[in-house]
């Protein structure tokens, strides 16, 4: 069987296309410098491992074995994981931005031997067809147009680096006021569909961080319409096709406005992202509906994406056994013959037909209401509520016999900092012990496995970690460390964040635009050094790091830290309010700072009831931190958020802002009053 230099490659993905006839390298020194030698242009591939059009552009193309040896004679040709190299990816689908008007994966890049792009696109054909040229027809013009014009394959690529480099310029810094979340709240509920939630048309993705800006707008202006809106979109989420209903967890995004049909693969992102809405959800309207789709979620993660040693897989494919899908779906004769006599109460509840709602069979989703089924059975809700988890659970261990779909192993450290904060705010809310082991088990994985000193590294696999971290793994980690800490205020949790924060502001921080590079100072050198200021599918690390930087200024009251994230969401707030879309964790941060952070802090946790009733509110501009102990407390005692603040023997509340503190509170009513 044939094999690449991908054979030594420790990122699923590359492992993938390791068997391919074309001859792959990763991005690396040889691969680079034989380019150069040989004065042979690059084709670069950037895409992930449950990427679904990746599979079709490797079957049809890199597995040809007469279009292998023509890329192979003309081209050196590089496979990069995008989860791997957030950076690589960046610059080229920014490129690829400018050029087509779109991005996405597979992202196909043709590059001069200094790694300047000159032709791009994402998924080709091998053949032409509909007037497009195919992959086949793409490589042998490029390949002459190298040898016979190579000074216009040279001025494309200058005039793309030209662009590229004006895309990397912030706009002019903006005062930080309430007319920011105003506009923006208005022009993002403009996109809002209103008949199923979420924004825009289909495909529709989760887009979990705008969900907690309209929740923080309608607690602001005591507008319910932007709550309303809000919740909306995480009933019809959460009773869709994304949802699994019997395993839990989300799915990558809907391929129709009404959230049936997923495209299946599942990313660890989502599954920290989204529940943490759910958390938010429920802490403002106390219903249990929103707790289950959180603790679902999390229970999920923690039963099929968790390694041994403490640390989160990356994604499930969307295939198994080459077919979409097929580990999620049922054909109703299936469910009959597994659960008997009640299979008629659950194929009433999950949408279950003989013609089914997908290609012949049975995505499973939500369109009654328990009270509905109780009432057509003649049951109590109760009962009925009982049968359904009776049932889930028997189809959940059926289907976990069947093939599964493919898991990208690999271990990332940003990913999994997302993963600590869902825990640490799940925890908050059901007060699950499971919770927050899982956050302190996740924390010691990367901190014996991914960080030396105060440097990250970015991936782990096979006992091995490797790629200098980026800025969103410093951010996401920093961020995950003071979650963590306000449940368990471990002074080592609160001492490490400081560090990284220093570390990130010493290493990635570009004073003359306000904002954070991608990469730090020592990294190596590609044709920009990219930076992003974007949310999306991911919060940017700059929004992160604003939300950082302000946390870590009101613990420690290091005004370099306030500076910072001031400058950036100075420069980034008008874009915010104009296209909050892609800005809704920096329209947080901006809501936080405009606010000012509550600080809160729960002296002796002994009396539940008051503990119990702060967690359950709904404070998004709070710090609050919950001491357990007098020697807990003492620990503390050089940050400014502590000083001055006494261990009491029945559980006392400072609630302060601006500066200004209460006395210690010991009551829910006195609690209430200054908050």
Aim: glycine share 6%; proline share 4%; charged share 25%.
């Amino acid at each position: 069987m044939t094999k690449n230099n991908l054979i030594h490659e420790s990122s699923p993905y590359l492992l993938q296309h390791a068997h391919n006839p074309v001859n792959w390298y990763a991005w690396n020194d040889e691969a680079l410098q034989k380019a150069k030698d040989e004065n042979k242009p690059i084709f670069l591939s950037i895409g992930y491992s449950s990427c679904h059009w990746c599979h079709v552009m490797a079957h049809e193309s890199f597995e040809n074995e007469e279009l292998a040896e023509f890329m192979n004679e003309n081209f050196v040709n590089i496979k990069v994981d995008r989860e791997e190299r957030p950076d690589i990816d960046d610059i080229y689908q920014k490129v690829c931005q400018i050029a087509t008007g779109q991005g996405g994966w597979p992202l196909s890049i043709f590059l001069t031997p200094d790694q300047k792009p000159f032709y791009v696109g994402t998924y080709f054909p091998i053949f032409d067809s509909h007037g497009r040229p195919g992959f086949g027809s793409i490589t042998r013009q490029l390949a002459q147009a190298w040898k016979e014009k190579p000074q216009d394959i040279e001025k494309t690529a200058e005039n793309f680096l030209d662009a590229l480099q004006k895309t990397e310029k912030v706009s002019t810094a903006s005062d930080l006021d309430r007319s920011i979340l105003d506009e923006a709240a208005m022009n993002l509920f403009q996109l809002g569909d209103y008949s199923y939630g979420g924004f825009g048309s289909a495909p529709k993705f989760p887009n979990a961080a705008n969900i907690s800006f309209l929740f923080r707008y309608a607690k602001l202006t005591g507008l319910s319409k932007f709550n309303e809106f809000a919740l909306k979109t995480l009933n019809k989420m959460a009773k869709g096709g994304i949802f699994d209903q019997i395993g839990g967890g989300f799915h990558r995004y809907s391929t129709d406005a009404k959230w049936l049909v997923p495209h299946f693969e599942k990313m660890l992102y989502d599954n920290a992202l989204i529940p943490v809405n759910y958390a938010e959800a429920f802490q403002i309207t106390k219903d249990p509906f929103y707790l289950d789709v959180l603790t679902k979620t999390l229970d999920f993660v923690l039963r099929d994406m968790a390694s041994d040693n403490g640390g989160f897989y990356s994604a499930y494919d969307a295939d198994s056994e080459g077919i979409e899908g097929k580990f999620y779906v049922w054909k109703k004769s299936e469910i009959k013959d597994i659960l008997g006599d009640d299979a008629e109460l659950f194929c009433l509840f999950y949408d279950v037909t003989d013609g089914g709602n997908w290609e012949g069979n049975n995505i499973l989703c939500n369109n009654v209401n328990v009270s509905t089924v109780a009432f057509n059975f003649g049951i109590s809700e109760n009962k009925v509520r009982e049968i359904l988890r009776s049932c889930e659970k028997k189809l959940l261990d059926v289907r976990s016999k069947r093939v599964w779909p493919g898991l990208d192993d690999k271990i990332l450290t940003s990913w999994n900092a997302l993963m600590i904060t869902a825990f640490a705010k799940g925890y908050r809310v059901t007060n699950d012990p499971r919770y927050l082991d899982a956050c302190t088990n996740c924390i010691s994985f990367i901190e014996k496995n991914l960080l030396s000193d105060e440097q990250l590294l970015r991936t782990f696999k096979n006992g091995n970690a490797k790629i200098d971290g980026y800025l969103e793994d410093y951010a996401y980690f920093t961020n995950a460390l003071l979650d963590v800490f306000e449940v368990k205020p471990d002074s080592k949790y609160l001492n490490l964040a400081k560090k990284l924060g220093l570390h990130l502001v010493s290493h990635f921080w570009d004073e003359s635009s306000g904002s954070f590079y991608m990469t730090s100072d020592t990294h190596e050198q590609l044709i920009i050094r990219p930076k992003n200021n974007y949310d999306l599918s991911l919060p940017s690390g700059n929004s992160v790091s604003a939300f950082v930087m302000l946390r870590l200024f009101h613990l420690t009251h290091e005004h370099k830290f306030l500076e910072i994230s001031t400058k950036i969401m100075e420069s980034q707030a008008q874009m915010a309010a104009e296209n909050p879309f892609g800005f809704g964790y920096l329209l947080n941060t901006i809501h936080t700072y405009l606010q000012k952070p509550v600080e809160i802090t729960i002296i002796n946790d002994e009396n539940s009831d008051i503990c119990k009733s702060l967690d359950a509110k709904f404070i998004p501009e709070s710090i609050m931190v919950k001491i357990h102990d007098k020697t807990q407390l003492e620990s503390l005692s050089e940050f400014p958020f502590f000083k001055g603040k006494e261990f009491e023997e029945k559980t006392s509340v400072f609630v302060c802002k601006d500066f200004t503190c209460s006395l210690p509170l010991h009551t829910i009513d006195e609690i209430e009053s200054n908050l």
